[in-house]
């Protein structure tokens, strides 16, 4: 017997759900992409992109996942050789550093948590030792994904700034950008990079990089350029350069509606939305722990994101039967634990596309799902949601 009939849910961590609007309009016929309504798609879109990171820099836009804006982000303001500084707090500033290992840089990681953001005190302390300035740039992620951390960007420019340090700093914003605060100009980042996958609600293959001032003069004496990542070319005046060939047109469409939802929304109306549904989850979470089964990943409060949050479950406890009860019998699917954490945690996503209905929908399933295997876990998750969404959501 099953309850899974009907609309399935998906509370992953990206691909985020797409809205119906957002996918009607990629249904269009392609069109001219020397002259015509594609320019100025191109020109909104990018104006779009820079109002979203909150920068006036120059915005590119690939036809990529976020592992392509990584690449971009690297080959485009270092040169073979140079040391770069990873911070860890889960495995996605890692990866990102081994993307650079392997283009020729030397990296070092300043060692974390899986369970804790950055220190920024750390951060100052390295960037102090380094007195010949051999670090040419520091690579962090806003919201890491995998341990659902949510780094203090701000802290650690000031860390940075404290340590009299020139480094570029790379922020990585694809699991948090539209879904929380980013001031690329104010906060002093000078390479921003995020994916069309998660908070912007479009499907996967666009990934987009805003460059700042002291990014843009980097790229002059970058030795890492190639021919398709190469902001130089994509600053053309020619449209296809802005593409490096044919433009993803039915993606962009895709964005412009998405963008023009969130714009309608408001920008802090969105991000108000996303904190108000993640602390939900974070209550319902809360009391399902008392239960000393369940736990968060992020010990601190202040650093759980407003993206998705992730569930460890105890030492030799597999989350496998609560997500599989959840998908076969309920018609929800559950973010997996990955990397460190696989088979020991499961994640719930609150980014994107995504209203109260949808997260009570999810926690209730959860909570039957715990109820139905006999998992131990404190009562009244999903009434601890409904008690927060109620306080907090005015008649």
Same mark, same amino acid.
């Given at each position: 017997?099953?309850?899974?009939a009907?609309?399935?849910f998906?509370?992953?961590?990206?691909?985020?759900?797409?809205?119906d609007?957002?996918?009607?309009?990629?249904?269009?016929?392609?069109?001219?992409?020397?002259?015509?309504?594609?320019?100025?798609?191109?020109?909104?879109?990018?104006?779009?992109?820079?109002?979203?990171?909150?920068?006036?820099?120059?915005?590119?836009?690939?036809?990529?996942n976020?592992?392509?804006?990584?690449?971009?982000?690297?080959?485009?303001?270092?040169s073979?050789?140079?040391?770069?500084l990873?911070?860890?707090?889960?495995?996605?500033?890692?990866?990102?550093?081994?993307a650079?290992r392997?283009?020729?840089?030397?990296?070092?990681?300043?060692?974390?948590s899986?369970?804790?953001?950055?220190?920024?005190?750390?951060?100052?302390?390295?960037?102090?030792?380094d007195?010949?300035?051999?670090?040419k740039?520091?690579?962090?992620?806003?919201?890491?994904?995998?341990?659902?951390?949510?780094?203090?960007?701000?802290?650690?420019?000031?860390?940075?700034?404290?340590?009299?340090?020139?480094?570029?700093?790379?922020?990585?914003?694809?699991?948090?950008?539209?879904?929380?605060?980013?001031?690329?100009?104010?906060?002093?980042?000078?390479?921003?990079?995020?994916?069309?996958?998660k908070?912007?609600?479009?499907?996967?293959?666009?990934?987009?990089?805003?460059?700042?001032?002291?990014?843009?003069?980097?790229?002059?004496?970058?030795?890492?350029?190639?021919?398709?990542?190469?902001?130089?070319?994509?600053?053309?005046?020619?449209?296809?350069?802005?593409?490096?060939?044919?433009?993803?047109?039915?993606?962009l469409?895709?964005?412009?509606?998405?963008?023009?939802?969130?714009?309608?929304?408001?920008?802090?109306?969105?991000?108000?939305?996303?904190?108000?549904?993640?602390?939900?989850?974070?209550?319902?979470?809360?009391?399902?722990?008392?239960?000393?089964?369940?736990?968060?990943?992020?010990?601190?409060?202040?650093?759980?994101?407003?993206?998705v949050?992730?569930?460890?479950?105890?030492?030799?406890?597999s989350?496998?039967p609560?997500?599989?009860?959840?998908?076969?019998?309920?018609?929800? +699917? *559950? /973010? &997996?634990?990955?990397?460190? %954490?696989?088979?020991?945690?499961?994640?719930?996503?609150?980014? !994107?596309?995504?209203? @109260?209905?949808?997260?009570?929908? +999810? *926690? /209730? &399933?959860?909570?039957?799902? %715990?109820?139905?295997?006999?998992?131990?876990?404190?009562?009244? !998750?999903?009434?601890? @949601?409904?008690?927060?969404?109620?306080?907090?959501v005015?008649?």
């Amino acid at each position: 017997m099953t309850v899974a009939a009907g609309r399935q849910f998906l509370a992953v961590p990206g691909p985020t759900n797409v809205p119906d609007a957002v996918l009607q309009a990629m249904q269009q016929p392609a069109v001219d992409i020397y002259a015509g309504p594609l320019l100025a798609l191109t020109d909104r879109v990018m104006a779009e992109l820079a109002r979203l990171f909150d920068t006036k820099g120059r915005c590119f836009i690939y036809a990529a996942n976020g592992h392509g804006s990584w690449e971009s982000a690297l080959t485009n303001v270092l040169s073979r050789g140079d040391r770069v500084l990873v911070l860890e707090s889960g495995c996605f500033a890692v990866v990102w550093g081994e993307a650079a290992r392997k283009l020729g840089l030397d990296v070092e990681v300043v060692p974390g948590s899986y369970r804790a953001a950055v220190d920024p005190a750390a951060l100052a302390e390295r960037l102090k030792a380094d007195r010949d300035k051999r670090i040419k740039a520091i690579m962090v992620v806003q919201v890491d994904t995998a341990s659902s951390v949510v780094n203090d960007i701000p802290a650690l420019r000031r860390a940075i700034d404290e340590a009299g340090h020139p480094a570029l700093l790379m922020v990585d914003a694809i699991a948090s950008l539209g879904t929380m605060p980013f001031h690329m100009d104010k906060w002093g980042v000078d390479i921003a990079l995020t994916g069309s996958q998660k908070g912007l609600m479009t499907p996967p293959g666009l990934s987009f990089v805003a460059a700042g001032e002291r990014a843009w003069q980097a790229h002059q004496k970058a030795e890492l350029r190639t021919p398709y990542w190469d902001w130089t070319f994509r600053s053309g005046d020619e449209h296809y350069m802005k593409y490096c060939g044919t433009p993803p047109e039915h993606l962009l469409y895709a964005l412009d509606q998405a963008l023009q939802m969130i714009f309608a929304e408001g920008l802090a109306a969105a991000w108000h939305r996303h904190a108000l549904l993640a602390e939900a989850v974070r209550r319902a979470v809360g009391r399902w722990s008392e239960g000393q089964t369940l736990q968060f990943n992020i010990a601190e409060p202040r650093e759980r994101s407003n993206s998705v949050t992730t569930v460890l479950l105890p030492d030799g406890m597999s989350p496998q039967p609560l997500q599989d009860y959840c998908q076969q019998r309920c018609g929800l +699917t *559950l /973010g &997996v634990g990955i990397h460190k %954490l696989s088979g020991k945690a499961f994640r719930i996503a609150h980014m !994107g596309h995504v209203n @109260a209905p949808m997260v009570l929908g +999810t *926690l /209730g &399933v959860v909570e039957v799902a %715990l109820q139905a295997l006999g998992i131990p876990h404190g009562a009244g !998750g999903l009434q601890a @949601a409904v008690d927060w969404l109620g306080s907090k959501v005015p008649a």
